[in-house]
């Protein structure tokens, strides 16, 4: 079974900080991880994926994500927060292996960035 | 949000009524999902759909079905709504389904159960 986890249910950090929300997960194989935005009243927005290749994936807004395999790891990162960043951020795994599988989220952590 | 609507965006509702929610999409893509989310528990799947007229289970099917007559088309019953039930629904969709595909999402429909 395939499962993910986000330890901190909230994150403060002031404006211009670097900022970390934390992702941890468990699969049988090499998994395929996603990072997803929401913002208040809205959907879920897709930020990025790690699938294969480099352990630094880059996505939207300035965001870039580290896969640590030995870690069992996936945490979001940015260089310098921003006010406008502060929302709901989820973490989703999905295991390749055996066949089609779904994605599976973390509960989320709400990021808050202080001006 | 990527071409995806939902219908309605907010419903009340008593206990023990049916209740519909409609997912439509202009992507033309295979796949679309139902979740539920609730504070605490992410989001949930609770049904997903590989084409038309085919339809598989989730983690939280109990109490719902679903139905994809048409590609762009996938509908969420409530056979008889429970407050426990009252919940955000979203709607996703995805190109192939294949493991490395992104699923992209709704705008949501908040749903109360009195």
């Known amino acids: 079974a395939q499962s993910v986890a986000q330890p901190e249910d909230q994150v403060n950090v002031a404006e211009g900080n670097p900022l970390t929300v934390k992702c941890t997960y468990s699969?049988?194989?090499?998994?395929?991880l996603f990072w997803y935005v929401q913002y208040p009243n809205r959907g879920l927005q897709f930020l990025l994926k790690?699938?294969?290749?480099?352990?630094l994936v880059k996505g939207s807004y300035g965001f870039e994500a580290e896969f640590n395999k030995s870690q069992t790891s996936f945490h979001l990162k940015k260089p310098s927060a921003l006010v406008s960043d502060s929302a709901l951020y989820f973490c989703?795994?999905?295991?390749?292996?055996?066949?089609?599988?779904?994605?599976?989220f973390g509960k989320g952590t709400m990021l808050l960035v202080s001006p | 949000d990527a071409g995806i609507t939902q219908s309605p965006r907010h419903k009340v509702t008593e206990t023990g009524t049916p209740v519909t929610l409609r997912c439509h999409q202009t992507?033309?893509?295979?796949?679309m999902y139902w979740y539920r989310q609730d504070p605490g528990h992410g989001l949930r799947l609770i049904h997903y759909?590989?084409?038309?007229?085919?339809?598989d289970k989730g983690e939280v099917s109990d109490g719902y079905s679903v139905s994809r007559s048409k590609t762009e088309d996938f509908l969420l019953t409530l056979e008889s709504a429970t407050s426990s039930q009252t919940s955000v629904y979203f709607c996703?969709?995805?190109?192939?389904?294949?493991?490395?595909?992104?699923?992209?999402f709704g705008p949501g429909t908040r749903l109360t159960v009195l």
């Open positions: 996703a969709i995805s190109q192939r389904g294949v493991t490395t595909d992104t699923q992209y």
């Open positions: 699969v049988s194989g090499n998994p395929y």
């Open positions: 790690y699938i294969t290749g480099d352990n």
């Open positions: 989703a795994v999905r295991d390749p292996t055996g066949g089609y599988s779904t994605l599976t």
């Open positions: 992507e033309n893509h295979r796949y």
């Open positions: 759909s590989y084409g038309v007229k085919d339809t």
